[in-house]
């Protein structure tokens, strides 16, 4: 999915949490349901993306065909199991406990945030939704890069 389609759907979820709750809880949902997919850049710059601000720029834009075409990056199984880093419910829980502990609405809200982006992608990586757990992926490690190898060859893009 492109960047662009999460950060407008996280303004939108932003603008309605905005109305109802403080700034920060907005801000919350907005920065980590918009901006969560900083975890691919270092998978696109490896498949051939241009470190160049400006290709990361309108990497925002594109979707992974349209890099192809544009960047002629490789699409393929993520080198590394854990990819997307950022994108497990533990991470939501985590963002959210530390948002508890410290009592900041941004964080709590964060963890929102981060589920929002979770629930666009459901159809984006192979074995969901069990894939959203880094446990699940650690554990399950051989299965889901099979699974990857699998889902890359069925994507139309």
């Known amino acids: 999915m492109r960047a662009i389609t999460h950060i407008t759907a996280s303004a939108g979820a932003a603008v309605i949490v905005g109305a109802a709750a403080e700034p920060a809880a907005a801000a919350g949902i907005f920065l980590f349901g918009g901006f969560m997919d900083v975890d691919h850049v270092g998978h696109f710059i490896a498949s051939g993306l241009p470190s160049s601000p400006c290709a990361l720029f309108h990497s925002i834009?594109?979707?992974?065909?349209?890099?192809?075409?544009?960047?002629?990056?490789?699409?393929?199984?993520?080198s590394n199991w854990i990819f997307p880093a950022l994108h497990c419910i533990e991470f939501a829980l985590l963002v959210s406990g530390a948002g508890a502990i410290l009592d900041s609405q941004l964080l709590?809200?964060?963890?929102?945030?981060?589920?929002?982006?979770?629930?666009?992608?459901?159809?984006?990586?192979?074995?969901s939704p069990e894939f959203f757990s880094?446990?699940?992926?650690?554990?399950?490690?051989?299965?889901?890069?099979?699974?990857?190898?699998?889902?890359?060859?069925?994507v139309h893009w």
């Open 61 to 78: 834009f594109r979707n992974e065909k349209q890099l192809e075409k544009r960047y002629s990056i490789k699409r393929s199984i993520p």
């Open 108 to 127: 709590i809200w964060g963890g929102g945030g981060v589920i929002l982006h979770l629930l666009m992608d459901a159809r984006s990586y192979p074995c």
């Open 134 to 154: 880094i446990i699940w992926r650690i554990s399950h490690k051989k299965r889901l890069l099979r699974a990857w190898a699998e889902h890359r060859s069925n």
